[in-house]
């Protein structure tokens, strides 16, 4: 009897132990409780043109120096064979007929042969990427001051070898300038190749924007954008493109500033100016840093259009960079800044018959671009930053109420500085707030809670730059590994938990060139040839391609899960695909097991598709190891609602289970 009585009381006391521990490892979704919208601008991306990004990067122009204006007009050119002698080669100047593209290449030849006498390009970063069997076309802009010249053009690898040539014969009127191009094959594969024009005969040549594309742009455009480079963005389906910064649009000063209408028109009209990450560090010189704006804010539009994602411009508020020069223009003299943000309204969704929409359309978009958002300023802060700010809200809203304006909230997230703004903004009703972080792995980890209890009524957040820095010198991606994208992927299921107030949010920065880069950790590497996402960029591309539409209740223990034990939990619902989605991020050394419970869903599939991305903290990936991090995808079971998840030692994992 005694042994019967144990023995009941011990099978209580197992069925109340595992009914506690199941108690004590299950989350509850409940999908019928909504915690909020997930905006179709969630997670995007913030383009800038540093390390490369733009110029030798996103824009596929393969020559540098094209047109001979930078600082020092022959950088990245040379002088080939020995019949050019002194005096044979020029650097003339237009003065004033062109004024935003002045300098050309004068060459007088005398009797050349082929081989005797030529110039040679270098292409940006250690040579041109060159791909057998690939077309490229070759363009330039000459004037026959005296006809006799013909162009033999070769595109050769390190050692010489021509991987593609070709012949241009000046066919036009003597002394007038005029355009002719040239296609050739490439025979083989080069990344570090140089393009030869030698002259042949006798004459002399005027030359300007001297040209090489490769026919593999991206949708075949002429002249246009790198294609595998836009791929990996338009693989991360991305809500919103920012562009064109960053510090970019501050500029070293404001002469230096980024201005959008001179990055518009005709290619050949654009004008150069430094980039100003040219000079930005001293540790990682780049003197041949220079925004030819042959992409510029009309091709930005397009791009975003292209990927169906929202363009969103941030254009200078007055103000230049406040770690270099800090000028600000007085505020009587605002009006030139604030026409800028008007007129680039009009030129992106005004009628065609407006003075902007015109030039919108004759650049060959008749159809407005519907652009619903601007940023005013770039990392500004202080009383000037807000007086400024004021007058463009002013400005906007009274023509464009519905332009949703960006504002910013300096270069850090919590300092007496964010807060004067923070304060500041809301009192002005700003839209839209950008926050910036670039903090430790244990920052990001620590602040994943950081938006639970912002105000949901008043202005939304723009998470607009944020990567995690681990310790320690950047020597290229070194800094890309994966204990930063697993903190970054444990805060962002705070954003997305957050969701009704972070309508926004981007990494920074987006490309890096492996031979060219000034800032690092960034998203995407790439070289002349070849391109790999970082473990950061897997962690971004999960969340943007399966954002939801709503934002679902997620809770352990009564509520959000968020660092207790090391984990991370959000879930959200996606209602256009009947899919409920779970976002678990354990930073544990070890394995840890979690029985999710679905509430508030009539029926779930019996089974789940699970994505684990996992790896050493120091796990990275390369050239030669692109995918030693990368998401993996696996089926689940169900057991009616339930689901129970493994999640392996610092790994993300999501859930995603169809539902009727
Ligand atoms: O993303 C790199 C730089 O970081 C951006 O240009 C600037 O906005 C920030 O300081």
New binding site residues.
């Given amino acids: 009897m005694k042994y019967k009585r144990n023995l009941i009381a011990l099978l209580l006391a197992g069925t109340f132990f595992s009914a506690s521990a199941q108690q004590e490892d299950l989350i509850v979704v409940n999908a019928a409780k909504s915690e909020g919208k997930v905006s179709a601008t969630m997670w995007g991306v913030?383009f800038?043109d540093?390390n490369m990004g733009a110029d030798g990067g996103i824009y596929a122009e393969m020559v540098k120096n094209r047109s001979f204006e930078f600082l020092k007009p022959l950088m990245g050119w040379s002088v080939k064979g020995n019949k050019i002698g002194e005096g044979d080669l020029l650097v003339q100047n237009r003065q004033g007929a062109n004024l935003a593209n002045p300098r050309f290449l004068s060459v007088a030849i005398k009797g050349a042969a082929k081989g005797e006498a030529g110039i040679s390009n270098e292409g940006f970063k250690g040579g041109m990427g060159v791909k057998k069997g690939l077309k490229y076309d070759f363009s330039l802009m000459y004037r026959q001051v005296s006809p006799g010249i013909t162009l033999h053009v070769e595109l050769v690898d390190e050692e010489n070898k021509v991987l593609a040539s070709g012949l241009l014969k000046p066919t036009d009127v003597p002394a007038e300038w005029k355009s002719q191009d040239l296609s050739f094959i490439a025979v083989a594969t080069s990344a570090k190749a140089r393009i030869n024009i030698w002259f042949e005969g006798s004459g002399v040549l005027d030359m300007d924007m001297i040209s090489l594309f490769p026919a593999d742009t991206w949708k075949g455009r002429k002249k246009g954008m790198r294609g595998d480079m836009i791929q990996m963005l338009a693989d991360m389906k991305p809500g919103f493109v920012r562009f064109p910064?960053?510090?970019?649009v501050e500029g070293i000063d404001l002469a230096n500033r980024y201005q959008w209408k001179k990055t518009i028109g005709p290619i050949a009209e654009r004008q150069l100016i430094m980039n100003r990450w040219n000079v930005e560090f001293s540790h990682r010189p780049s003197p041949d840093y220079f925004q030819t704006f042959g992409l510029g804010f009309f091709e930005y539009f397009q791009l975003a259009e292209d990927i169906g994602a929202e363009a969103l411009p941030i254009l200078n508020c007055g103000m230049a960079c406040q770690f270099n020069t800090a000028e600000v223009v007085p505020l009587d003299q605002l009006d030139p800044y604030i026409q800028d943000a008007l007129d680039l309204i009009e030129f992106a969704n005004g009628d065609v018959s407006s003075e902007w929409g015109k030039v919108r359309a004759a650049m060959g978009h008749a159809e407005p671009f519907n652009m619903k958002y601007l940023g005013v300023g770039?990392?500004n802060w202080g009383p000037q930053y807000i007086e400024r700010a004021k007058a463009f809200q002013q400005a906007i809203k009274a023509k464009y109420p519905k332009i949703n304006l960006i504002y910013s909230s300096g270069?850090d997230p919590d300092s007496e500085r964010f807060h004067y703004l923070d304060k500041e903004l809301r009192g002005m009703k700003a839209d839209i707030i950008d926050e910036?972080y670039?903090r430790s792995p244990e920052w990001f980890l620590k602040n994943a809670a950081r938006y639970d209890h912002y105000d949901r009524q008043g202005a939304k957040v723009f998470a607009g730059?944020f990567a995690a820095h681990i310790k320690g010198k950047a020597t290229g991606s070194n800094r890309n590994i994966w204990e930063a994208a697993l903190a970054e992927a444990a805060f962002m299921t705070g954003l997305e938990r957050n969701a009704a107030v972070v309508n926004m949010a981007s990494y920074?920065?987006l490309f890096a060139n492996t031979e060219g880069w000034q800032?690092a950790p960034d998203l995407i590497w790439v070289d002349n040839l070849n391109i790999y996402g970082t473990p950061n960029y897997y962690v971004q591309k999960l969340f943007s391609t399966n954002k939801g539409t709503q934002v679902a209740s997620a809770l352990f223990e009564g509520k959000s899960l968020s660092g207790q034990g090391g984990l991370y939990v959000s879930a959200v619902l996606d209602s256009i695909k009947k899919e409920v989605i779970v976002k678990l991020v354990n930073t544990n050394e070890t394995e840890r097991t979690k029985q999710i419970a679905f509430e508030g869903i009539k029926k779930l599939a019996a089974e789940g598709k699970l994505t684990t991305v996992k790896g050493e903290l120091t796990a990275q990936n390369s050239m030669e190891s692109p995918s030693a991090i990368v998401p993996a995808e696996s089926l689940l079971k169900l057991k009616g609602k339930n689901a129970v998840v493994k999640m392996p030692a610092n790994s993300l994992i999501m859930l995603k289970v169809s539902y009727k």
């Avoid at 910064?245 to 970019?248: P, V």
Wanted: proline content about 6%.
């Fill in positions: 913030f800038e540093i910064g960053g510090c970019i770039n990392e270069t910036h670039y730059e920074a920065p800032w």
